[in-house]
């Protein structure tokens, strides 16, 4: 069956507690025809979360695999989603917020596992310190607040830290915020935007982008031997530069890969360039 036609009728095991299936279901349904469910029973927190009171084991693609294997194992289905988010500083720019997306694919039909990932500066992750009665007007907008929520803890806990999620009304932040300062060493409060997708409208807009991304990548055939799922797996960095002729850090094509089969063949980004700006060059741009 070519690739994008592999997945049709088929169904996706996804283990999630806060609704991603309404983010990844209808890409998965337009690219693929196939359908998406959700694991029973599974505590996904448990592979971490976003406030620290569990800690993640592993790299942000290992808890996607996690996910993704005991989706498969609760359902008895072939197929397994796996989806993990991060938030902080953007790797390329600090200074402003980013975050990150991990979408797996386990498909132990085929014998395989194909991820994406995608990284973006479209988040409202926010954060501030907070007295009782203290005008944070500013931050909830930024925040987005109430639309998406927000989750409050002491900044400076004594003992066990009692940490509040899911609010989303003025009257419930303002209780939270008395309860966590007085529970603070210093009198603040820790207020920060719930990254949780059922909670976070925008946040689930980046996991629908990635979906969309996978399932197209799902539904792409491999040269070599038709299995799907062929797409971007690296990238090939050296484009020389113009003035001394050094290699850069600037990306001269992307490397295409089968997961079954390994087949591999490169393709030049574009716009094409022979040279990169001297400017992005560590020897004549130290």
Not at 114 to 133: A, F, K
Not at 227 to 239: D, M, Q, S
Request: with cysteine.
């Amino acid at each position: 069956m070519g690739a994008p036609f592999a997945y049709r009728h088929e169904t996706f095991a996804i283990a999630t507690m806060h609704a991603k299936e309404r983010a990844i279901a209808r890409p998965f349904s337009r690219w693929l025809g196939a359908a998406v469910k959700v694991a029973p029973g599974i505590d996904t927190d448990a592979f971490g979360t976003f406030t620290g009171d569990i800690v993640r084991q592993g790299t942000m693609l290992d808890a996607a695999r996690a996910k993704a294997l005991a989706a498969i194992e609760a359902t008895g289905l072939e197929l397994g989603l796996g989806s993990e988010g991060s938030f902080g500083p953007h790797p390329s720019v600090p200074f402003i917020a980013a975050g990150t997306e991990v979408l797996l694919c386990l498909d132990r039909k085929r014998g395989f596992e194909i991820h994406e990932r995608l990284v973006t500066d479209r988040t409202n992750y926010q954060s501030c310190d907070s007295r009782p009665g203290q005008d944070i007007a500013d931050f909830l907008a930024r925040a987005r607040f109430p639309s998406q929520a927000v989750v409050v803890s002491p900044k400076a806990p004594v003992g066990a830290a009692k940490i509040d999620k899911g609010i989303t009304c003025a009257i419930g932040l303002a209780e939270a915020i008395e309860q966590a300062a007085s529970a603070s060493r210093d009198g603040h409060a820790l207020v920060v935007t719930d990254m949780r997708a059922h909670l976070n409208p925008t946040r689930m807009a980046s996991i629908r982008a990635l979906a969309t991304r996978l399932a197209r990548r799902l539904a792409t055939p491999c040269p070599a031997c038709a299995a799907p799922g062929f797409g971007a797996a690296n990238v090939l960095c050296g484009l020389p530069c113009g003035w001394c002729g050094e290699p850069t850090r600037l990306v001269i094509a992307e490397l295409f890969r089968c997961a079954k089969c390994g087949f591999e063949n490169q393709r030049a980004v574009e716009p094409q360039r022979e040279t990169a700006d001297p400017g992005q060059c560590l020897y004549c741009n130290p």
